[in-house]
């Protein structure tokens, strides 16, 4: 049988066996869904990137497709607003916003964190709250220190720091609760459904 891989998340075991029919169904699927998050927008005046619902997706992309489905989807959604769709906030686009602005450095970062969160829900931290934060927080980090390196050509490292990252903290751990809370949840409703045991 043809299949993408068996892999161990919440998404693989639902579509399991993943096909690479499914496998690319769900890269496009959580491109696009990456791409509405961006437009839930709440500007700082403080700081020239808002809040979005990106970085949430970001997180939950990686731990619910795995590392390699993960950044596929986050690559693709980076592709896809390169070209020139409306898919970065506030409907932004094109390859020079994607390399030339403050937002590059989180853009950029979206498939290494998808990837690195991926990998440790394929390893069986999804199946905790605890763990399932712990991860994203990894995540997160990545995607805040690839902001920084951003802001780096446009700031000072502290002023970097002060407006890149920062501001953002608060928002993240927010994202990371709400994301995390649902893996668990997934996987307790998955285990009822097939009559065994949630897994890890």
Do not use: C, H
Not at 5 to 20: C, M, N, Q, R, V
Not at 108 to 131: I, M, N
């Amino acid at each position: 049988m043809n299949t993408y891989a068996k892999a161990e998340t919440l998404t693989g075991a639902i579509f399991a066996p993943l096909s690479w029919a499914r496998a690319a169904a769900l890269i496009v699927a959580f491109s696009l869904l990456t791409a509405l998050s961006a437009q839930v927008i709440i500007p700082l005046p403080f700081t020239p990137i808002p809040v979005t619902g990106q970085t949430f997706m970001v997180l939950l992309t990686g731990a619910l497709l795995g590392a390699r489905l993960g950044a596929l989807a986050m690559l693709a959604y980076v592709l896809e607003g390169a070209i020139g769709l409306p898919f970065f906030s506030a409907g932004r686009g094109g390859a020079a916003y994607l390399l030339l602005t403050p937002a590059s450095g989180y853009l950029l970062s979206y498939p290494l964190a998808a990837f690195v969160t991926g990998w440790l829900a394929e390893r069986g931290s999804d199946r905790r709250f605890v763990t399932a934060a712990a991860a994203m927080v990894i995540g997160s980090v990545v995607i805040l220190t690839g902001g920084w390196l951003g802001f780096l050509r446009f700031y000072t490292p502290a002023q970097a720091f002060a407006l890149g990252v920062v501001p953002f903290i608060i928002g993240d751990i927010t994202k990371i609760a709400l994301a995390a809370a649902v893996l668990p949840t997934g996987w307790a409703l998955l285990g009822r459904r097939s009559g065994g045991r949630p897994g890890k």
